[in-house]
C-alpha cells in the first residue's frame, strides 16, 4: 500500500481511538453496539486494516456519532488540485 494511503488508515484509526477513549468504551463494549468483531475494531485503530462506508456507518452507530465525526482529521493532502 502507498505510504500516503497507509498514513490515511493511521490517522483515521488515531481519530477512531481518540473518541472511542472519549467516550470510555472498551473494545468489546464498542463491539457490541456496532456489531463488529473488536478484534477488527483494535487493526482499524492501528491503520493495518482498510474499511468500507458501510463499516464507518457501524462504527458511528456504535459510538453515537454522525459519521463525518468520524472523518474529520488532517489527511495531509491538497485536496483543491486544479484538473487541466
Do not use: W
Amino acid at each position: 500500500m502507498e505510504k500516503n494511503k497507509q498514513d490515511i488508515l493511521v490517522k483515521f484509526g488515531k481519530r477512531l481511538s481518540a473518541i472511542r477513549k472519549e467516550k470510555k468504551l472498551s473494545y468489546r463494549k464498542i463491539a457490541t453496539l456496532c456489531n463488529i468483531d473488536h478484534s477488527d475494531i483494535k487493526r482499524y485503530e492501528d491503520g493495518k486494516k482498510n474499511l468500507t462506508l458501510l463499516t464507518i456507518t457501524e462504527l458511528a452507530t456504535g459510538l453515537g456519532i454522525h459519521p463525518k465525526d468520524l472523518l474529520d482529521f488532517d489527511y495531509g493532502i491538497d485536496f483543491n488540485i486544479s484538473i487541466e
